[in-house]
């Protein structure tokens, strides 16, 4: 299947944005590092299938680096991801970006493979970063994907030349 586009996300956007982010992320608020990211200000990126909209990645441009604040996909295994990263790339090696980078968490074990699969590598591991987070966000569950407890940060980077 591959018959979706992908396009800059709009204003008219907004609405859904905001239903995805609750229902996929108990909020609008995403954290990494120890920052809030309000996702429905930032830009992003919208898989569009039949004028429906089936993916969306969040995210943030700073001092050349392109961080991916979130990444979901409503239709898995056929290439909306994929096609959401490649335009990730595009737009960041137009931006002039040294890298792209993205926070997930210890039990999301099928983020960690996707992201591997598409060259990124694993920078760093931040043990119980997530205690930070929860003090900033006291929505986020306790326990994540096969109930696996939510614990630490690991940080995956993509370099760009
Ligand atoms: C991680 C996530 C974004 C991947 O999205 P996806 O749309 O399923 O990704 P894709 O379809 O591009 O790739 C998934 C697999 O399907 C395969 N695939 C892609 N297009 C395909 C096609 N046309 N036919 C058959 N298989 C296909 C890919 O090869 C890939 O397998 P691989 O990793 O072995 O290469 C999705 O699982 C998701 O939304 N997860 C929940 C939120 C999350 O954890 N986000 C990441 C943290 S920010």
């Given at each position: 299947m591959n018959d979706f586009t992908i396009r800059e996300v709009n204003e008219n956007d907004k609405k859904w944005i905001i239903q995805l982010m609750e229902d996929e992320w108990a909020s609008t608020r995403i954290i990494t590092r120890g920052i809030v990211h309000n996702t429905e200000n930032l830009p992003g990126l919208i898989a569009i299938q039949n004028k429906k909209r089936i993916g969306l990645l969040i995210y943030n441009v700073k001092d050349y680096d392109c961080e991916i604040i979130s990444l979901n996909s409503l239709i898995k295994g056929v290439g909306i991801g994929s096609a959401l990263i490649q335009k990730m790339i595009e737009i960041s090696i137009k931006g002039d970006c040294k890298r792209i980078w993205v926070i997930t968490t210890n039990d999301n074990t099928e983020a960690l493979r996707f992201y591997q699969m598409r060259g990124f590598k694993i920078k760093a591991f931040y043990i119980d970063a997530i205690k930070k987070s929860r003090q900033l966000?006291?929505?986020?569950?306790l326990l994540g994907i096969d109930g696996i407890e939510i614990r630490d940060e690991i940080e995956l980077e993509k370099e760009l030349k």
């Open positions: 966000k006291p929505e986020l569950p």
